[in-house]
Nanobody
């Protein structure tokens, strides 16, 4: 198993900032990608941002210019810096990890339990 522990969610006013962190641990042989999805009430889960082991990033159009993603490869940790938050950013944010499992060498994806981000207007 691979465990993901998220932190940093909370309540913030529009225009404010939050920083999410996610640490992956457990049966990790290698990591390919880490990142974040989010799901707002009544909506489908959507990709927010991802970052590869090499540092390549991708972002949802709705967060470009406001959110940045970074990672500490040695610690299997990914960070999401969210600036200029808007009420429409309100959602549960889920960390994800994709890589090779230590025991099977299979390419697998694991998810965190989610952290609530609420942006008030």
């Amino acid at each position: 198993q691979v465990q993901l522990v998220e932190s940093g969610g909370g309540l913030v006013q529009a225009g404010g900032s939050l920083r999410l962190s996610c640490v992956a641990s457990g049966s990790i042989f290698s990591t390919d990608v880490m990142g974040w999805y989010r799901q707002a009430p009544g909506k489908q889960r959507e990709l927010v941002a991802g970052i590869t082991i090499g540092g390549s990033t991708n972002f949802a159009d709705s967060v470009k210019g406001r959110f940045t993603i970074s990672r500490d490869n040695a610690k299997n940790t990914v960070f999401l810096q969210m600036n200029n938050l808007k009420p429409e950013d309100t959602a549960v944010y889920y960390c994800y990890w994709r890589g090779r499992h230590m025991a099977t060498m299979a390419l697998v994806t694991y998810w965190g339990q989610g952290t609530q981000v609420t942006v008030s207007s």
